[in-house]
């Protein structure tokens, strides 16, 4: 902490830097202070890398649900900038390399990396004081593409699951890709599954995106699917983790179809079925508004029922 006091007219300022003391007379109180803070600062920074910031990062991410991929996030930065004072990075700089991560990868990707560097530096500013603020606040960040809205036909579906079937782990794949699009869950919810949590008719997700506990209804298949999984594993529906499922999907997909579209298939084939309210207990979706574009009525089925 600085010590500032007035001698006679003038005010004083003394700080202590790495056991080095600094001191600046000054006509105001006010350029005292402003001094001080700039001197401290400076010192700070000077003895703390983003490296060094990433690091005692780490432990705060992994109690984060997804953490796998911001450590991956934090992995890239932490090679792209780790070396980097933290004076270093101001504004100007991250918006250089906003730019220029911008060329290598999609505007979605780099929203992700500067909204995770944002709360390391609002813990930095705040908990740890090593940072006087957050040097992303007036970068913008980019804006995300619209959200991905696309089903799977029935032959992308036939043709990912043929290709499945010629792979290692493909089979299991492929029943977490089928039950997917009967009942709406996420690769990772399929993961989580345990016996305990299948009953007769639902299963139950303690973990979800949202942190909502959910009970999914099953279809006549979807049940046939997981029976089709008993006797593997006494503890766990499936057994794979989500790196694996998702490297051996994505060697077996075909148009750029994703997992995740198996969701959105899901979302459309049971529109169909329930109303709008079913739909957003059963997929876990809190924004009733965003459904309604699966029940977007054909001219012609309105022209039908008249």
């Known amino acids: 902490m600085a010590n500032i006091a007035k001698r006679g007219d003038k005010w004083r300022a003394e700080v202590c830097i790495d056991r080095v003391r600094k001191a600046k007379t000054f006509p105001t109180k006010r350029e005292a202070v402003a001094w001080s803070n700039e001197q401290e600062d400076k010192g700070l ?13 780490r432990p705060v991410t992994e109690t984060h649900k997804g953490y796998q991929s911001e450590l991956s996030r934090l992995n890239h930065l932490e090679t792209a900038l780790g070396d980097k004072q933290l004076d270093r990075l101001n504004s100007s700089s991250l918006s250089k390399y906003r ?5 290598e990868v ?35 960040k980019p ?21 499945l079937s010629e792979m290692r782990v493909g089979k ?18 399929l993961l989580s599954l345990k016996w305990h949590d299948v009953s007769d008719k639902y299963v139950t997700l303690l973990e979800t995106k949202n942190g909502d506990r959910r009970n999914v209804p099953l279809s ?10 008993k006797d593997i594993d006494p503890e766990s529906v499936f057994t794979l983790n989500q790196h694996v499922a998702s490297q051996t999907f994505r060697r077996a997909t075909i148009n750029g179809c994703h997992f995740h579209d198996a969701r959105s298939e899901a979302v459309t084939r049971l529109s ?10 059963m997929i ?16 012609e089925d309105i022209a039908d029922k008249l």
């Open 99 to 103: 730019d220029e991560r911008l060329k």
């Open 172 to 189: 299991q794949v492929s029943v977490m890709f089928l039950l997917a699009i009967e009942t709406g869950m996420r690769l990772g919810e």
């Open 143 to 163: 804006v995300p593409s619209p959200a991905r809205r696309r089903g799977v036909s029935q032959i992308e579906i036939d043709a990912i699951c043929a290709k």
């Open 284 to 299: 876990g979706h809190r924004d009733v508004k965003s459904l309604m574009l699966y029940y977007a009525a054909k001219p």
């Open 45 to 57: 920074a000077l003895t703390k890398t983003l490296k060094d910031a990433i690091t005692r990062y």
């Open 272 to 281: 169909k079925k329930l109303d709008v309210m079913q739909l957003a207990r």
């Open 106 to 140: 999609s505007p979605v990707s780099v929203r992700r990396e500067l909204i995770i560097l944002s709360a390391m530096f609002e813990l930095a500013v705040n908990e740890w004081q090593w940072m006087r603020e957050n040097p992303l606040k007036t970068v913008k």
């Open 220 to 229: 006549l298949k979807a049940r046939e699917l997981i029976d089709s999984r």
